[in-house]
C-alpha cells in the first residue's frame, strides 16, 4: 500500500500544558500525516509522554487544541480508528488472570460497542491479528507468563484488533531484549508499509529514529525539530539537547 | 439426615447465604485485581453505621445499611478522584468515623446487646423472609449488570488507560462498580458479618488466581470455592453449634492454605 504523506490526520495546533505553575509544553504546532512513522524524541522530562496523552484526550491542555480525523477530541467519537500500547511497564500486572486470546479481545470491544458480545467475525479478526505478530500458537497462554517481548507483541495486537488506522505507542521497547527489539521493529515497518497504518512512537533510541521513522518531532517542551530524520541527525539539535558527547552515549552501549 | 432442613431460619441461611456466595467472586474479583480489597472493609463498617440507624429509627437494617454504603461509597469515589486526599487516608476516614457512629447509635437505640454480635460477625438467625425476597432482587440485579457489563470492566481492570482511549467513560463504570460493591458488602452483613465480609470476598478469588488460568476459569473456579464453602459452613455451623460466618471463613482459608501449598509443591518450590 502506498500512502503519500499529505493527508493530515492529527493536527496539533498551539499547545501548552502545565503542571500548577511548571509549564510542561510551550505552544507546540505540527501535523501528522496518513502514512507516517513518527518518532516523538527528547531527554527526561522534556514533555514527550505528556503530548501523547494530550492527542489521546488523557489529559486537558491549558490552551489549544487537537484534531483527529479532523474533529476535535471532544467531539471526536471514533476512537476505533485510534490504536494505543502504553508503556507496558508501568501498566500491567503480571499476575493479571487473562490469557494473550483475552487481552487481544479487549481490542475488540470499542469496535462492538457496549454490553454486545464478541461474534464469529470478531473472532476470525483476533485470529488475524494475533497471526499477524506471531503469537497465534500462545494464545492460551497467561499473559504474564511471556517475555517481554511477546507481551509487546500481544499489545499490538490488541491495538490491531480494533483495525486502527493510527497506532500510538509509548516507548514500546522498555524492558525488551535487543533481539526481540529488532523483530519488533520490523513488525511495525510492515505495519506502516503493507498495513497503511500510521505510527506515533516515543523513542529514547536516536538511531531507531534515524533507521527506523519517516519523520521526528523533537521535544524539549517547545517543538524542536519535527522534519525528516536524515535532516535533523545532520543538524547541531542532538547536540544542542543532550551535549556533544551524544555520540558516545549513543554507541557506548 | 436431612432434618436440618426442617428449620425455616436454617432454609432462609441457606438461600441468602448461597445468594451472597454467588455474587461475591464476581465483586471479589473486580476488588482484588483493583487493589481494592481495603474498601470492602470500609464500606462494611460504613454498613454496620447503617444498621445501626436502622435499629434506632425502626427500620428494616438491611435497607439503611444498603443505603449508608451505597452513599459512602460514592463520596469515597469522589474524594478518590480529586485527589485532594490519598485514597487510602479517605477510606480509614470512613471506616473509623462510621463505626464511632455505630457504636454511639447502637448504645441510644438499645445499649450494646448481643444483637450487636450478630452483626459484628454474622448469624443466619437474623435473616427473615422479606430479607431473602430484598436480596434475591438486588443480587439479581448486580449479577444482570456484571454480565452485560463484564467485558468492559475486564478491560478497564487490565488497562485503564487502553480502555479510555478505546472510548470507555470509565469514570462511569467505576462508580456503577463501587456501588455495585457497596450494595453487596451490606448484603453480606447479616450472614457473614462486618468484620469477616472482606474474608469473604477475597478469599476465594485469591484461591482461584493460584491456578494462573484464564480471567474465565479464574472465576468459575473461584464460584466453585465460594458456593461449597457457603453451603458446608452453614451446614456443619448447625450441627456444630457455632458461627456460621467465622466457619465459612475459616473453611475458606483451609481450602486457600491447601491449595496454596499444592500449587507451590508442584511448582517444585517447597517451602518458604
Known amino acids: 500500500m502506498s500512502v503519500k504523506h499529505d493527508k493530515n490526520i492529527i493536527e496539533i495546533e498551539d499547545i501548552s500544558f502545565a503542571y500548577g505553575s511548571t509549564a510542561v509544553l510551550k505552544n507546540i504546532t505540527f501535523n501528522i500525516h496518513e502514512g507516517d512513522y513518527l518518532g516523538i524524541i527528547g531527554p527526561n522530562g522534556s514533555g514527550k509522554t505528556t503530548l501523547l496523552r494530550v492527542m489521546l484526550g488523557l489529559v486537558r491542555p491549558s490552551t489549544g487544541t487537537v484534531r483527529l480525523f479532523g474533529q476535535p477530541l471532544n467531539k471526536f467519537r471514533d476512537w476505533s480508528k485510534i490504536g494505543y500500547v502504553p508503556q507496558k511497564a508501568t501498566n500491567f500486572d503480571p499476575l493479571f488472570p487473562v490469557t494473550v486470546r483475552e487481552v487481544v479481545e479487549m481490542g475488540r470491544y470499542g469496535k462492538r460497542g457496549l454490553a454486545r458480545r464478541l461474534t464469529l467475525s470478531d473472532q476470525l479478526i483476533i485470529n488475524q491479528c494475533l497471526h499477524n505478530v506471531g503469537m497465534l500458537e500462545y494464545e492460551k497462554k497467561l499473559i504474564g507468563d511471556l517475555s517481554g517481548g511477546q507481551q509487546q507483541r500481544v499489545f499490538i495486537a490488541r491495538a490491531l484488533a480494533g483495525e486502527p488506522k493510527v497506532i500510538f505507542l509509548d516507548e514500546p521497547t522498555v524492558g525488551v531484549d535487543v533481539q526481540a527489539q529488532e523483530q519488533f521493529y520490523s513488525l511495525l515497518k510492515k505495519l506502516n508499509l503493507e498495513f497503511g497504518i500510521t505510527l506515533v512512537l516515543i523513542l529514547h533510541d536516536i538511531d531507531v529514529v534515524a533507521n527506523e521513522a519517516t519523520e521526528v518531532a523533537c521535544i524539549n517542551q517547545t517543538l524542536i525539530y519535527h522534519g525528516e530524520p536524515k535532516e535533523f541527525v545532520k543538524g547541531d539539535y542532538l547536540q544542542n539537547l543532550y551535549g556533544k558527547n551524544i555520540r558516545h552515549i549513543l554507541h557506548g552501549h | 439426615m436431612f432434618q436440618i432442613f426442617h428449620y425455616s ?83 480509614s476516614i470512613f471506616l473509623s468515623s462510621s463505626l464511632a457512629f455505630a457504636i454511639v447509635l447502637i448504645g441510644l437505640a438499645h445499649g450494646l446487646n448481643a444483637n450487636l454480635f450478630s452483626y459484628l460477625f454474622g448469624s443466619i438467625l437474623t435473616v427473615r423472609p422479606i430479607d431473602v425476597y430484598v436480596m434475591v432482587v438486588l443480587s439479581a440485579i448486580i449479577v444482570i449488570l456484571l454480565l452485560i457489563f463484564y467485558k468492559e470492566l475486564v478491560f478497564i481492570s487490565f488497562d485503564e488507560e487502553a480502555a479510555r482511549v478505546s472510548g470507555l467513560h470509565v469514570g462511569v463504570f467505576n462508580l456503577l462498580f463501587i456501588i455495585i460493591a457497596a450494595v453487596t458488602i451490606a448484603l453480606s452483613i447479616q450472614i457473614i458479618g462486618i468484620l469477616l465480609i472482606s474474608a469473604m470476598l477475597v478469599l476465594p478469588v485469591v484461591t482461584a488466581l493460584q491456578f494462573r488460568k484464564s480471567f474465565k476459569t479464574t472465576l468459575l473456579c473461584a464460584e466453585a470455592i465460594s458456593l461449597s464453602s457457603v453451603l458446608f459452613g452453614i451446614v456443619a455451623s448447625f450441627y456444630l453449634n457455632v458461627s456460621s460466618g467465622g466457619l465459612i471463613v475459616l473453611i475458606m482459608l483451609a481450602v486457600f492454605i491447601a491449595v496454596y501449598f499444592l500449587k507451590k509443591q508442584k511448582s517444585g518450590l517447597i517451602g518458604w
Not at chain 2, 473486580?30 to 425502626?58: E, K, M
Open chain 2, 9 to 91: 431460619f436454617i432454609v432462609r441461611g441457606l438461600e441468602a447465604g448461597l445468594l451472597l456466595a454467588a455474587i461475591a467472586p464476581l465483586v471479589g474479583i473486580f476488588l482484588v485485581l483493583r487493589r481494592y480489597s481495603l474498601i470492602a472493609d470500609t464500606l462494611s463498617h460504613v454498613s454496620l453505621a447503617g444498621v445501626a440507624l436502622g435499629l434506632l429509627f425502626g427500620i428494616n437494617p438491611l435497607f439503611t445499611a444498603v443505603g449508608a454504603s451505597v452513599l459512602s461509597s460514592v463520596a469515597i469515589e469522589k474524594l478518590r478522584l480529586s485527589k485532594k486526599i490519598y485514597g487510602e487516608t479517605a477510606l
